[in-house]
C-alpha cells in the first residue's frame, strides 16, 4: 500500500476547491478507502491469499507426527466340524481398539521443499493483492483528478459568463442612456447564449467526471456525491520529475508484480527440489497399540475386561521405502517442473521489460505534459493581453464588439488548455511516482 501513503502525503495539504452546493465532500483518501472496501476483485484476491496461507500452514503441519484410533467389531455366523468330527453351529464376534502414532523421519527433504514452495507462493498472493490495490487506487487518482479539472474548467466558465453579463449590464445602462446604439446588445446577447451553453457543458462534464469516480468506488448510490483536494499546483509542486533509471531501479525492488514474478520462480525452483526427493528413500517410523475381546456362544468365554486387559499388544517399527522403477514417474515430474522455471523466469524478464517500457513512456509523457504546460502558461498570460488590449480598444472605438468576443474566446480557450495541460502534468508526475514504489 505504498502508493496509498503517498498519495495521503501529497495531496492533503494544500487549500480546497469548495462546492457550490451543500453535497458531501469526499477527500481522495475516502474514495481510495470505499473502493478498495467494496472492489469485489479486491475481495476474491484477499480470498485466494488467505488460500496460499492456508495450504502453507498445512505442509508446516505435515512434520507433524499422525496419530490415529481405531475400532471394530466383526460377526460370525454358520456351521463347522469341531475337534470331535461333529459339526455345529457357531456363532462369534470380535471386538479390537488399537492407537497408532506415524512420523516420516526422511523423505529427501520434500516436506521441507513444499513448505518453502508454500510459502513462496502465499507471498506471491500477497504482491498480486497489493498490485490489485495499487491498479484501484490509480484509477480512483485518475478519476478524481479528472474531476478536479472538470471543476475548474466548470468554475473558468462561469467567470467567463460572469464577466460578459457584467458586460451586458455596463452596455444596456449605456444603452438606456442613450449613448450606446441597441444593436450593440445584440451581439452580447448572442455572446451570453454561447457561454451559457458552454457552462452547461461544463457542468454536465463535472457530474460525469463524478458519476465515472463514484461507479470506481462501487457506491449504492450517486446522489449528493462531490470531492475535495488542494489545488493541481500543490500537486505539482510537492511531486518532483524523477529520472527515468532512478525510477527504473526502483521499481525493481519495490513494485508488487515484480515481487510477485520473483516469488513464483522461487516456488518453481522448490517444485523441482520436491520433484528430485522422489529420487530418495523414505523412512518412517511407527507405534502401535491395541486389544480385542473374543465371544463365542456356547463356549466359556473369558470376561471382557480380563481380555482386555491381557489381550493388549505393542508394536514399534520402521518402514523404509526404496524407488527402484516408477516407470519414469519421477524423471517426467522433475522435467515439467524445470520447465516451469524457464517459463516463469520468461514471465518475470517480460514483466521487467514491459515495466521499464511503462516508465520510459511515463517520464516521455511528464517531460513533455511539462513543456505543454509551460507553453500554455505562457499562452494566457499572452491571451490576457491581447484581451485587455482589445478591450481598450473596443472602449475607445477602435474595435467592434466581434473582435472584442473573439479575444475573449481565445482567453477562454487559453484558460482550458492551461488547465487541461496542468492537470495532465500532475497526473503523469503521479504515474511515474507510482511506477517508483
Request: with cysteine; net charge negative.
Amino acid at each position: 500500500m505504498k502508493l496509498k501513503n503517498i498519495i495521503i502525503c501529497l495531496l492533503f495539504a494544500g487549500t480546497t476547491i469548495s462546492s457550490a452546493t451543500a453535497q458531501k465532500q469526499y477527500t481522495l483518501l475516502e474514495c481510495i478507502d470505499i473502493a478498495l472496501e467494496n472492489n469485489r476483485n479486491i475481495k476474491q484476491q484477499e480470498i485466494n491469499r488467505q488460500q496460499r496461507e492456508l495450504a502453507y500452514s498445512q505442509a508446516r503441519a505435515d512434520l507433524l507426527p499422525s496419530l490415529n484410533a481405531q475400532s471394530g467389531q466383526s460377526f460370525v455366523f454358520g456351521r463347522s466340524i469341531g475337534i470331535d468330527n461333529v459339526y455345529e453351529n457357531i456363532n462369534s464376534s470380535q471386538s479390537n481398539f488399537g492407537i497408532g502414532a506415524d512420523i516420516t523421519i526422511f523423505d529427501g527433504l520434500r516436506m521441507k521443499h513444499n513448505i518453502d514452495a508454500r510459502k513462496a507462493d502465499m507471498y506471491a498472493s500477497e504482491a498480486d493483492l497489493e498490485k490489485m490495490e495499487d491498479d484501484i487506487i490509480m484509477s480512483v487518482s485518475t478519476a478524481f483528478l479528472q474531476a478536479l479539472l472538470n471543476k475548474e474548467l466548470l468554475i473558468i466558465s462561469e467567470n467567463q459568463l460572469e464577466t460578459t453579463n457584467a458586460d451586458y449590464e455596463r452596455r444596456f445602462s449605456l444603452v438606456e442612456s442613450g449613448r450606446l446604439a441597441k444593436g450593440e446588445l445584440f451581439e452580447v446577447e448572442a455572446q451570453l447564449a454561447r457561454e451559457e451553453l458552454n457552462r452547461v457543458q461544463a457542468e454536465n462534464n463535472l457530474k460525469l467526471a463524478l458519476l465515472d469516480l463514484a461507479q470506481i468506488m462501487e457506491l449504492e448510490t450517486f446522489n449528493n456525491f462531490d470531492i475535495i483536494a488542494p489545488s493541481a499546483e500543490t500537486l505539482i509542486n510537492e511531486t518532483p520529475l524523477l529520472p527515468s533509471e532512478s525510477v527504473y531501479a526502483s521499481a525493481l525492488v519495490n513494485r508488487p508484480q515484480i515481487r510477485s514474478m520473483q516469488y513464483r520462480l522461487e516456488s518453481s525452483e522448490k517444485e523441482v527440489l520436491m520433484a528430485r526427493a522422489q529420487y530418495y528413500p523414505t523412512l518412517s517410523f511407527g507405534a502401535n497399540m491395541g486389544t480385542n475381546y473374543y465371544n463365542m456362544s456356547g463356549r466359556p468365554n473369558d470376561s471382557f475386561s480380563n481380555q482386555i486387559k491381557n489381550n493388549m499388544s505393542n508394536s514399534l517399527g520402521f518402514n523404509l521405502r526404496i524407488p527402484i522403477f516408477n516407470r519414469f514417474q519421477v524423471k517426467n515430474n522433475v522435467s515439467r517442473a524445470r520447465l516451469a522455471i524457464v517459463n516463469t523466469q520468461l514471465e518475470l524478464d517480460k514483466t521487467k521489460l514491459e515495466l521499464r517500457k511503462q516508465i520510459e513512456q511515463a517520464y516521455y509523457n511528464a517531460v513533455a505534459s511539462e513543456s505543454r504546460w509551460e507553453a500554455a502558461q505562457k499562452s494566457v498570460e499572452a491571451s490576457n493581453e491581447a484581451y485587455r488590449f482589445t478591450e481598450e480598444k473596443h472602449e475607445s472605438g477602435r474595435a467592434n464588439s466581434y473582435e472584442l468576443f473573439l479575444a475573449k474566446n481565445n482567453q477562454t480557450q487559453a484558460l482550458g488548455e492551461e488547465a487541461q495541460a496542468k492537470y495532465e502534468y500532475a497526473f503523469r508526475l503521479k504515474i511515474l511516482e507510482l511506477l517508483r514504489d
